[in-house]
């Protein structure tokens, strides 16, 4: 496998016409979306333009009294699904189109956010508990909408590199 070959998760490829075991892409980061910026400067960017739309989201709280965005569609006591869970679902799709196969690496940072943001609203830091106030239950069911969205971002960009080959392919027989 060449230095810059990477692996990405994606469902079984056939194989000669036989389904294959391998439940791994090879892909160069040429196969990528924007392949010649830098992996970091595009996760910087994309970073900056979600916290811009958070930070317009949660100010929607200010102006209006409430938080539109907490609407609930799922309240339980083991279920606590709001649209903040699909803000979040969003992101980190965005995030598996933009560097796949790290997921570890993304769900760390998703775990980590979600406590700061608790012991954040717990000790009422700067009056965030307005805003965040959330239970237990809905932290945890954002890490897992952060995990499925992260592995939607990776199917997107798999189908996305065999788009981009299919394509290659189609030119060069042409």
């Given at each position: ?98 560097h796949p196969s790290r997921p570890g690496l993304f769900l760390l940072f998703g775990i980590v956010w979600e406590a ?17 106030n959330e239970r237990v239950t809905n932290t945890v069911w954002d890490v897992w909408f952060n995990s499925v969205g ?25």
């Amino acid at each position: 496998m060449p230095k810059n070959a990477t692996h990405s998760r994606t469902t079984d490829r056939k194989k000669n016409g036989q389904p294959s075991n391998e439940a791994y892409c090879v892909y160069e980061n040429s196969d990528l979306p924007f392949p010649t910026w830098p992996r970091k400067y595009l996760i910087a960017a994309f970073g900056v333009i979600c916290g811009m739309l958070v930070v317009v989201l949660h100010s929607m709280n200010f102006v209006f009294g409430y938080d539109p965005m907490n609407l609930v569609f799922i309240s339980t006591e083991l279920v606590s699904i709001d649209l903040w869970s699909f803000v979040h679902a969003f992101t980190f799709a965005g995030l598996g189109f933009i560097h796949p196969s790290r997921p570890g690496l993304f769900l760390l940072f998703g775990i980590v956010w979600e406590a700061l943001e608790y012991i954040a609203c717990v000790a009422n830091v700067m009056g965030v508990q307005a805003v965040w106030n959330e239970r237990v239950t809905n932290t945890v069911w954002d890490v897992w909408f952060n995990s499925v969205g992260y592995w939607l971002g990776e199917v997107a960009v798999a189908v996305w590199i065999n788009y981009r080959r299919k394509q290659k392919s189609r030119s060069k027989i042409s």
